[in-house]
C-alpha cells in the first residue's frame, strides 16, 4: 500500500487549497478514505472520510461548510478541498486508509495558513 499526498503549500488566511493523495498497491475502489491533521505540537486529528464509492461522506466540525472530500476511483485517487482557510489549520494533512489488521498513512503535506 501507498499513499502520497501533495498539494500543500502557503496560502492566506481565507485561502484555499486542494489537496490530492494517490493510491496504489490495493484495490481503491474497495476501500474507504480518510484525511487526518497534525498540527505542530499537537495530536493528530481525523478531519473528513469517505466511504468506498464516494457516496457518504463524513466532516469534523471545526471543518464542516469548509471542506470538502471526494474521490476518483478511476485515477486512484482522493482530494481535500478546503475553502476559508485559518492559520490554525496550519498543519501536515495525511491521507489514510484501513484494513482489517492496519491502518495506512502517507507521510503527509505540509499546509501553512499565514499571511
Known amino acids: 500500500v501507498q499513499l502520497v499526498e501533495s498539494g500543500g503549500g502557503l496560502v492566506q488566511p481565507g485561502g484555499s487549497l486542494r489537496l490530492s493523495c494517490a493510491a496504489s498497491?490495493?484495490?481503491?475502489?474497495?476501500?474507504?478514505m480518510t484525511w487526518y491533521r497534525q498540527a505542530p505540537g499537537k495530536e493528530r486529528d481525523w478531519v473528513a472520510g469517505?466511504?468506498?464509492?464516494?457516496?457518504?461522506?463524513n466532516y469534523a466540525s471545526s471543518v464542516k461548510g469548509r471542506f470538502t472530500i471526494s474521490r476518483d476511483n478511476a485515477k486512484n485517487t482522493v482530494y481535500l478541498q478546503m475553502n476559508s482557510l485559518k492559520p490554525e489549520e496550519t498543519a501536515v494533512y495525511y491521507c489514510?486508509?484501513?484494513?482489517?489488521?492496519?491502518?495506512?498513512w502517507g507521510k503527509g503535506t505540509l499546509v501553512t495558513v499565514s499571511s
Open positions: 489514510s486508509t484501513r484494513s482489517v489488521v492496519r491502518q495506512y
Open positions: 498497491g490495493f484495490t481503491f475502489s474497495s476501500f474507504a
Open positions: 469517505i466511504n468506498s464509492d464516494g457516496g457518504t461522506t
